[in-house]
């Protein structure tokens, strides 16, 4: 089922079956193509699964299936090659970035702690000839920091004639996709304004990072290394900031399985080394997650924020109540049997159609929904953790649901770095710097040119 081939009106989601779920977009590498064989030429070559996000083929045209397709291993590794080739003046400054949610399946994968793991992971890359690792951990901070603001100051705008909630969250990049490609109006108005932690990291090295280091962004390749597929697509995106420089935030996204196939063919000698961080600091800093039991934790730590800024009331341990299923779950802030804040969590695409059919209804009762493509959050991510005929691997998410549960908690608000950044790059906290690097608009279906006209 190739996309250029698709030309149903419907979202091919609809009515899928469990088959159809696990069934995928095969799009030609260049390599098959070519009959070339790279360094590690095992690897599967990039493909979208219907069940790894919403991004099915419906969302995804010809031109950019191929250039999903690009996005692996052989474009890393040809920079790599190019840089211990050619002059030192053609040479690119190699720099990976890591999500949170790929460490605890190195962890697992390889029977380490989260600290031992992300110390290998980087020990391998820089053995590669990769020069900087990050964790996107700050670059979330930001993107959470950013959709606690937004969602105090549409509760506040919020009325009947402009409706302004509920709020959906935009950190997801199949859901936001679909939402553009397949929903439009009435659903991106709700979507949130922040940037996602990939598209905020982009920033941060090819923009802040690069002038530390006297670097144009072009002389940067950065990777993404990700638990989804999803993550490949959104990197096609131009960022803002760094495109009117000829440069994308992020250049080429690998998943965590497509990095731990390398380490397990890899007879490459590996030393040991501690995540760089963007500030030059040689001290290693230790790991730490936001409080999500699989994600990044938009809607604890928006509802903690809200509770306080609206109602002054302080909450401790989030209380999540499930409804129709353990992948839609609510929370609710009350007082005097009043309800004062009602969010929601909804994973996976049945929640997330429920979820959209009753906003289309106009009987929604939620202020803010926290959406996610895959079910089970960004841990259960199609990139990772799967047995070798495309099924989760329960046993081993299992084991990295425990590692990720085991991370130090850090509220956004309590990095240091976080608050020296908006200073220093920004120019503060309510800059038009905040908004041209932090925020995005959404555009609605018809886009691109050969998207089909799809309708819900």
């Known amino acids: 089922m190739k996309c250029e081939h698709c030309t149903r009106k419907e979202c091919s989601k609809k009515t899928k079956t469990d088959d159809q779920e696990n069934a995928s977009v095969d799009v030609p590498s260049p390599a098959q193509e070519n009959g070339e064989k790279g360094e590690f030429h095992k690897l599967a070559d990039a493909k979208i699964f219907l069940s790894d996000c919403l991004a099915c083929d419906s969302c995804v045209s010809a031109e950019e299936g191929i250039q999903v397709s690009q996005q692996n291993a052989k474009d890393f590794f040809q920079v790599l090659n190019l840089n211990k080739k050619c002059d030192t003046s053609k040479h690119r400054v190699l720099a990976v ?231 839609f779950q609510e929370v609710t802030l009350e007082k005097s049997g009043e309800v004062l804040l009602r969010f929601a969590a909804a994973y996976g695409f049945r929640n997330i159609q429920n979820v959209v059919l009753k906003l289309k209804k106009g009987k929604f009762p939620y202020h803010f929904v926290e959406v996610l493509a895959c079910a089970g959050g960004c841990l259960n991510g199609r990139g990772q953790a799967q047995t070798a005929d495309g099924r989760t691997d329960k046993a081993l998410l299992q084991k990295m649901k425990g590692i990720y549960a085991d991370i130090p908690v850090q509220l956004p608000e309590a990095s240091t770095h976080v608050q020296e950044l908006y200073q220093e790059w920004l120019d503060g906290t309510d800059s038009p710097r905040v908004q041209e690097a932090l925020h995005t608009a959404y555009q609605g279906p018809g886009r691109p040119a050969d998207s089909r006209d799809i309708k819900w």
């Open 97 to 327: 970035s890591v999500c949170p949610q790929s460490l605890p399946y190195f962890a697992a994968k390889f029977s380490l702690s989260v600290t031992d793991a992300s110390r290998r992971l980087c020990g391998f890359l820089k053995s590669l000839g990769v020069h900087y690792v990050f964790d996107t951990t700050i670059a979330a901070d930001f993107s959470i920091l950013e959709s606690q603001k937004e969602f105090v100051r549409r509760f506040r705008q919020h009325n009947e004639e402009e409706p302004a909630l509920p709020m959906l969250t935009s950190a997801c990049p199949g859901w936001v996709r679909y939402a553009e490609r397949v929903l439009g109006h009435p659903v991106t108005p709700h979507l949130c304004t922040a940037k996602s932690p990939q598209q905020i990291m982009g920033s941060l090295v090819k923009d802040y990072f690069a002038r530390r280091q006297n670097l144009s962004p072009d002389k940067i390749f950065h990777v993404i290394v990700a638990p989804c597929y999803d993550k490949k697509l959104e990197a096609l995106q131009e960022d803002v900031l760094t495109a009117s420089r000829g440069s994308r935030g992020t250049d080429c996204v690998l998943t965590s399985g497509e990095i731990a196939q390398m380490m397990e063919q890899s007879d490459v000698s590996v030393r040991e080394a501690a995540l760089d961080t963007l500030f030059g600091n040689v001290k290693e800093e230790e790991l730490r997650r936001h409080d999500g039991a699989g994600s990044d934790g938009y809607l604890a730590h928006i509802f903690r924020h809200a509770a306080k800024e609206l109602f002054n009331e302080d909450v401790g341990e989030v209380t999540y109540r499930a409804l129709r299923n353990k992948d």
